[in-house]
């Protein structure tokens, strides 16, 4: 009998898989990707050339959990509102750290961007006279947030997907990508694999957009499901050498559900502000209304980030319920009207076994939105040639706090901007231009090998075990209130994760165990870019509020970038914001009243 060792490169060439060859690859299928795809076919590519890829089934992108409605000033009920007065409501929002001609491609666009969806067939909820209905949404001057019922996002993406659908675009479900390949600053592809059956799989392509969500479910509690928003779009740009920006700023939804109280899987899961603004109350375990002390004008109505870090001080001092939150009562009002205005909280709490008309519910903040995320140009194209990031993944529309509603206009705008750039560049193409294949391939078989070893690794750590571990360290670390030792702590412990994170048990290449591995990675960068930015930025602004540097610093008007340096370390710098357009700055200036009484 004779013996011989398997060389890693002879592993390399002996592991087998599936390349598809593209010109343009679309990493997501919620509404940013799916809109970048029609755009691409209505401008001429050809559907064969693309395709679109996501990690759940067709139509299940986390898209469909948005409800309250999509911004565009279509001045339906305010003929006075324009795109000038949304980015002037955007920037304040956002505290004077977006980019201006971000939230300008954003804001002038929507208005015919929601009148090109009711043309898809979007079931805007409509007005009399038959016009796309909008309603006031937090911290806007004016009514400019369309809506379908309750149910926008899901509404959305339907149109968006029959859309597609009409144009032929082709989608793969089930697909997760662990690596974009690169030539020096020149995108070749992305690696991945089937979820379903295990085979690596390569793409290769001229053009790769990325649309892969945001990052909020890296903390304990957050509003989004736990596969989803885990980091991954930022994460594979910043690997593969794209800057990241604002990643220190979340929002935190102040009503989410308490998990302790209602059962795990409910835990964060949105309670609408619309409890709020339709009177509900918010209370302490003292029995104390609260808000009087934090904000006594505008009590429950006032902004998230203040109502928020009121229930996070409420809780930390010790006022908060058993369970860790504080309760929301709405049972001064009429059964009838509760179940007329608030169906779904009604019902949802009724199978939960609370009464709304008679009993409090228990809420507590929860991670909603990442606010950070990739640095990417006018068209959306990040650093790396050919490598685009869009929707919830790119950074800049929403600086230090989002505005209700922004997020799915987003989608759409940057969706069709970058679908507009990218198929203007395929039709300048030259064969020349693309990478050399012999580079993809080696750059894939190398990963796919790493990817090998790692599905049959054997080591000591449970990946959904650190993955639990590193979203308590978030939630402890780098939650609501911040300061400068405990934000230290929290590098330190991820350090310690990051270490163990390279002795994993996985249970194979379809497991969970394998996907979790891969959330991990991707999740180990956003945090660290997070803690690094949260811990740099010495003052309180947005949704970035420091116990320590409790207030705004006039110095602090600049954005906190994140690179990886030749040694895979990361980089911070600082780049000032650019000024507004002398429109927008004129909305700014007429300092038009932001309404807070109607949240959804
Ligand atoms: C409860 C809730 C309510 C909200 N309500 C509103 C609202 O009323 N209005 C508003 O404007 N915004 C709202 N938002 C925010 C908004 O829903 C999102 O910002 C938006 O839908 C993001 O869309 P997206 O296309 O960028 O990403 P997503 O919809 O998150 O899609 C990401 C896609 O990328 C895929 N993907 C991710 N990683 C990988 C990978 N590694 N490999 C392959 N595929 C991958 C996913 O499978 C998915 O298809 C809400 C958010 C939540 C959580």
């Given at each position: 009998m004779s013996s011989r060792r398997t060389t890693d490169r002879e592993r390399r060439e002996s592991l087998s898989y599936e390349t598809v060859d593209l010109g343009v690859l679309v990493i997501g299928a919620g509404a940013a990707g799916a809109r970048t795809a029609i755009e691409l076919v209505e401008r001429g590519v050809a559907p064969e050339e693309l395709l679109v890829i996501g990690k759940r089934s067709h139509g299940d992108a986390h898209t469909t959990w948005a409800r309250g409605g999509i911004n565009g000033a279509l001045g339906t009920h305010d003929p006075v509102d324009d795109w000038t007065v949304h980015a002037a409501d955007t920037i304040n929002e956002g505290h004077f750290l977006n980019?201006?001609?971000?939230?300008?491609?954003?804001?002038?666009?929507?208005?015919?961007?929601?009148?090109?969806?009711?043309?898809?067939?979007?079931?805007?909820?409509?007005?009399?006279?038959?016009?796309?209905?909008?309603?006031?949404?937090?911290?806007?001057?004016?009514?400019?947030?369309?809506?379908?019922?309750?149910?926008?996002?899901?509404?959305?993406?339907?149109?968006?997907?029959?859309?597609?659908?009409?144009?032929?675009?082709?989608?793969?479900?089930?697909?997760?990508?662990?690596?974009?390949?690169?030539?020096?600053?020149?995108?070749?592809?992305?690696?991945?694999?089937?979820?379903?059956?295990g085979e690596f799989l390569l793409f290769e392509a001229d053009v790769v957009v990325l649309a892969a969500g945001g990052y909020t479910s890296l903390y304990h509690r957050h509003s989004s499901r736990d596969d989803e928003n885990t980091g991954d779009g930022p994460a594979l740009a910043y690997q593969a050498g794209a800057q990241l920006m604002d990643v220190e700023f979340v929002q935190f939804h102040p009503t989410g559900m308490v998990g302790a109280r209602y059962g795990d899987e409910w835990d964060g899961r949105l309670v609408t502000e619309a409890v709020r603004g339709e009177g509900g109350r918010l209370f302490n375990s003292d029995g104390e209304r609260f808000m009087e002390r934090y904000s006594p004008g505008q009590m429950e109505l006032d902004a998230r980030d203040v109502v928020a870090r009121a229930i996070a001080r409420e809780i930390d001092e010790g006022r908060g319920t058993d369970a860790g939150g504080v309760y929301l009562d709405i049972s001064h009002r009429d059964r009838s009207f509760i179940q007329d205005r608030l169906p779904r909280m009604y019902e949802r709490f009724a199978e939960l076994g609370v009464d709304m008309a008679t009993d409090p519910v228990e809420v507590a903040p929860t991670a909603h939105y990442g606010m950070g995320g990739v640095v990417v140009d006018e068209t959306g194209e990040?650093?790396?040639?050919?490598?685009?990031?869009?929707?919830?993944?790119?950074?800049?529309?929403?600086?230090?706090?989002?505005?209700?509603?922004?997020?799915?206009?987003?989608?759409?705008?940057?969706?069709?901007?970058?679908?507009?750039?990218?198929?203007?560049?395929?039709?300048?193409?030259?064969?020349?231009?693309?990478?050399?294949?012999?580079?993809?391939?080696?750059?894939?078989?190398?990963?796919?090998?790493?990817?090998?070893?790692?599905?049959?690794?054997?080591?000591?750590?449970?990946?959904?075990?650190?993955?639990?571990?590193?979203?308590?360290?978030?939630?402890?670390?780098?939650?609501?209130?911040?300061?400068?030792?405990?934000?230290s702590v929290g590098l330190d412990e991820l350090a310690a994760i990051r270490r163990r994170a390279s002795d994993l048990a996985v249970d194979g290449p379809t497991s969970r165990s394998f996907e979790f591995v891969m959330n991990l990675a991707f999740a180990l960068d956003v945090a660290e870019a997070l803690l690094r930015g949260a811990a740099m930025r010495t003052e309180s602004r947005g949704a970035h509020a420091r116990t320590d540097y409790p207030d705004r610093d006039e110095d602090w008007q600049r954005n906190i970038r994140m690179t990886r340096d030749a040694v895979g370390a990361m980089r911070l710098e600082t780049t000032p914001v650019a000024a507004p357009s002398d429109d927008v700055q004129a909305a700014l200036d007429a300092g038009y009243e932001l309404d807070y009484h109607q949240l959804e």
């Amino acid at each position: 009998m004779s013996s011989r060792r398997t060389t890693d490169r002879e592993r390399r060439e002996s592991l087998s898989y599936e390349t598809v060859d593209l010109g343009v690859l679309v990493i997501g299928a919620g509404a940013a990707g799916a809109r970048t795809a029609i755009e691409l076919v209505e401008r001429g590519v050809a559907p064969e050339e693309l395709l679109v890829i996501g990690k759940r089934s067709h139509g299940d992108a986390h898209t469909t959990w948005a409800r309250g409605g999509i911004n565009g000033a279509l001045g339906t009920h305010d003929p006075v509102d324009d795109w000038t007065v949304h980015a002037a409501d955007t920037i304040n929002e956002g505290h004077f750290l977006n980019d201006p001609a971000k939230v300008e491609t954003v804001t002038r666009r929507m208005p015919d961007l929601l009148r090109e969806l009711d043309g898809w067939g979007m079931p805007f909820s409509r007005t009399d006279e038959n016009e796309i209905d909008q309603r006031y949404f937090g911290a806007q001057s004016f009514r400019r947030t369309a809506f379908a019922g309750d149910h926008t996002g899901e509404s959305l993406l339907q149109t968006l997907i029959g859309r597609a659908q009409e144009l032929s675009v082709p989608y793969r479900e089930n697909v997760f990508v662990t690596r974009l390949l690169t030539d020096d600053d020149w995108v070749l592809g992305a690696a991945g694999y089937d979820m379903e059956t295990g085979e690596f799989l390569l793409f290769e392509a001229d053009v790769v957009v990325l649309a892969a969500g945001g990052y909020t479910s890296l903390y304990h509690r957050h509003s989004s499901r736990d596969d989803e928003n885990t980091g991954d779009g930022p994460a594979l740009a910043y690997q593969a050498g794209a800057q990241l920006m604002d990643v220190e700023f979340v929002q935190f939804h102040p009503t989410g559900m308490v998990g302790a109280r209602y059962g795990d899987e409910w835990d964060g899961r949105l309670v609408t502000e619309a409890v709020r603004g339709e009177g509900g109350r918010l209370f302490n375990s003292d029995g104390e209304r609260f808000m009087e002390r934090y904000s006594p004008g505008q009590m429950e109505l006032d902004a998230r980030d203040v109502v928020a870090r009121a229930i996070a001080r409420e809780i930390d001092e010790g006022r908060g319920t058993d369970a860790g939150g504080v309760y929301l009562d709405i049972s001064h009002r009429d059964r009838s009207f509760i179940q007329d205005r608030l169906p779904r909280m009604y019902e949802r709490f009724a199978e939960l076994g609370v009464d709304m008309a008679t009993d409090p519910v228990e809420v507590a903040p929860t991670a909603h939105y990442g606010m950070g995320g990739v640095v990417v140009d006018e068209t959306g194209e990040t650093d790396i040639d050919g490598l685009y990031a869009i929707g919830e993944t790119m950074a800049g529309v929403h600086g230090a706090n989002r505005l209700g509603g922004n997020s799915l206009a987003e989608t759409i705008a940057f969706g069709a901007v970058a679908g507009e750039a990218i198929a203007g560049r395929l039709a300048r193409r030259h064969d020349s231009e693309r990478g050399e294949r012999t580079v993809l391939h080696d750059r894939a078989a190398i990963h796919f090998a790493d990817l090998d070893r790692l599905v049959r690794s054997d080591g000591s750590y449970d990946p959904a075990a650190l993955m639990d571990e590193l979203r308590d360290l978030l939630w402890a670390h780098a939650g609501i209130l911040r300061d400068e030792e405990s934000l230290s702590v929290g590098l330190d412990e991820l350090a310690a994760i990051r270490r163990r994170a390279s002795d994993l048990a996985v249970d194979g290449p379809t497991s969970r165990s394998f996907e979790f591995v891969m959330n991990l990675a991707f999740a180990l960068d956003v945090a660290e870019a997070l803690l690094r930015g949260a811990a740099m930025r010495t003052e309180s602004r947005g949704a970035h509020a420091r116990t320590d540097y409790p207030d705004r610093d006039e110095d602090w008007q600049r954005n906190i970038r994140m690179t990886r340096d030749a040694v895979g370390a990361m980089r911070l710098e600082t780049t000032p914001v650019a000024a507004p357009s002398d429109d927008v700055q004129a909305a700014l200036d007429a300092g038009y009243e932001l309404d807070y009484h109607q949240l959804e």
